[in-house]
């Protein structure tokens, strides 16, 4: 595997940083002087990002408790604390990989310097940084589910961090969702949710998803021998509205206990909203894989 890349976008004005699997786009905004420390303080931090999780790949795909650990390197620090908040639910910290990552680069371009607005997006998994005032355009790749294709953040609303999963993305999923976008306080807490919410929009039994063991495609899957799925088929509408409810119903437990903001779950063309997203109707918002933020 080679060493950390960090490149020009041809715009000059994006980073792109790219480590084994972590490949960030990072953007900031405000005085030239400004944006150009910040961009040296997180090329500077991220040469050692992989290295310090590599450290601590045991215990990060051990399953979290109640009870705190003790890691040494702060990313894996804000994966284990997005994932604890789920406890007892099996998670392990390695859920919230993407968005801790992104966290962790964010919190190293924006210290010290004074910027609008900056963000890091790992994968479609998001960290935002709005100043008093501000407000970031996240433009949200379209799904075809009618929503509005633009989602407005500003610096009063609580959400600083957007993930999406789902059985077809980049992690393994235990559910059937195309995909579920999670609002949060920061991007790891977002990504847990997502991974949650996603495996939880299911049938259990149905004979028409195909599931493996997870050590199956990869043996140190942090899932073990959990099921996870491949391939699922043709699903009657009443099936399509259990699965969704399923979902919905783990994603207001979450909201109702403050763990996300917002959640859009989608499934076979159909979707269920919860949290403030909900009261908008939709009309606002076209939540889906990726996410592109921009001015």
Same mark, same amino acid.
């Given at each position: 595997m080679n060493g950390?890349?960090?490149t020009?976008?041809a715009?000059r004005?994006?980073?792109h940083?790219n480590?084994?699997?972590?490949?960030?786009?990072?953007?900031?905004?405000?005085a030239?002087?400004?944006?150009?420390a &910040?961009?040296?303080?997180?090329?500077n931090?991220?040469?050692?990002?992989?290295?310090?999780? =590599?450290t601590?790949?045991?215990l990060?795909?051990?399953?979290?408790?109640?009870?705190s650990?003790?890691l040494?390197?702060s990313?894996a620090r804000?994966?284990e604390?997005?994932?604890?908040?789920?406890?007892p639910?099996f998670?392990?910290?390695?859920a919230?990989?993407?968005?801790?990552v992104?966290?962790?680069?964010?919190?190293?371009?924006?210290?010290?310097?004074r910027?609008r607005? &900056?963000?890091?997006n790992?994968?479609g998994? =998001?960290?935002?940084y709005?100043?008093?005032?501000e407000?970031?355009?996240?433009?949200? &790749?379209?799904?075809?589910h009618?929503f509005?294709?633009?989602l407005a953040?500003?610096?009063?609303?609580?959400?600083?961090g957007?993930?999406?999963?789902g059985?077809?993305?980049?992690?393994h999923s235990?559910g059937i969702?195309?995909?579920?976008?999670v609002?949060a306080?920061?991007?790891?807490?977002?990504?847990?949710?997502a991974?949650?919410i996603?495996?939880?929009?299911?049938?259990?039994?149905h004979?028409?998803?195909?599931r493996v063991?997870a050590?199956?495609?990869d043996?140190d899957?942090?899932?073990?021998?959990?099921?996870?799925?491949?391939?699922?088929?043709p699903f009657?509408?009443?099936?399509?509205?259990a &699965?969704?409810?399923?979902?919905?119903?783990?994603?207001?437990?979450?909201?109702e206990?403050?763990?996300?903001?917002?959640a859009?779950?989608?499934?076979?063309g159909?979707?269920?909203i919860c949290?403030?997203?909900a009261?908008?109707?939709?009309?606002a918002?076209?939540l889906?894989?990726?996410?592109v933020c921009h001015?």
């Amino acid at each position: 595997m080679n060493g950390p890349a960090v490149t020009w976008l041809a715009d000059r004005r994006r980073l792109h940083m790219n480590h084994g699997p972590i490949d960030l786009i990072v953007e900031a905004f405000g005085a030239e002087v400004e944006r150009q420390a &910040a961009y040296t303080q997180a090329a500077n931090r991220f040469g050692t990002v992989l290295e310090e999780l =590599v450290t601590e790949l045991p215990l990060l795909r051990q399953p979290v408790s109640e009870a705190s650990r003790t890691l040494r390197f702060s990313t894996a620090r804000r994966m284990e604390e997005a994932a604890r908040s789920h406890a007892p639910t099996f998670v392990t910290p390695m859920a919230a990989v993407a968005g801790g990552v992104a966290d962790e680069m964010l919190t190293a371009l924006v210290a010290g310097r004074r910027l609008r607005r &900056a963000y890091v997006n790992n994968g479609g998994d =998001v960290a935002l940084y709005l100043a008093p005032g501000e407000h970031m355009d996240a433009a949200i &790749a379209g799904t075809g589910h009618g929503f509005a294709d633009h989602l407005a953040i500003s610096a009063e609303d609580s959400v600083r961090g957007i993930a999406t999963s789902g059985w077809r993305g980049r992690s393994h999923s235990l559910g059937i969702a195309d995909a579920v976008t999670v609002l949060a306080e920061n991007a790891a807490q977002a990504d847990v949710a997502a991974t949650l919410i996603a495996n939880v929009v299911d049938l259990p039994g149905h004979p028409g998803i195909a599931r493996v063991p997870a050590s199956q495609i990869d043996p140190d899957s942090d899932l073990g021998d959990r099921l996870v799925t491949q391939d699922v088929g043709p699903f009657s509408d009443v099936e399509v509205a259990a &699965a969704l409810e399923r979902g919905l119903a783990t994603a207001n437990a979450m909201a109702e206990r403050g763990l996300i903001h917002s959640a859009a779950l989608f499934l076979r063309g159909e979707s269920r909203i919860c949290g403030p997203l909900a009261a908008a109707g939709g009309s606002a918002y076209k939540l889906s894989w990726r996410t592109v933020c921009h001015v």
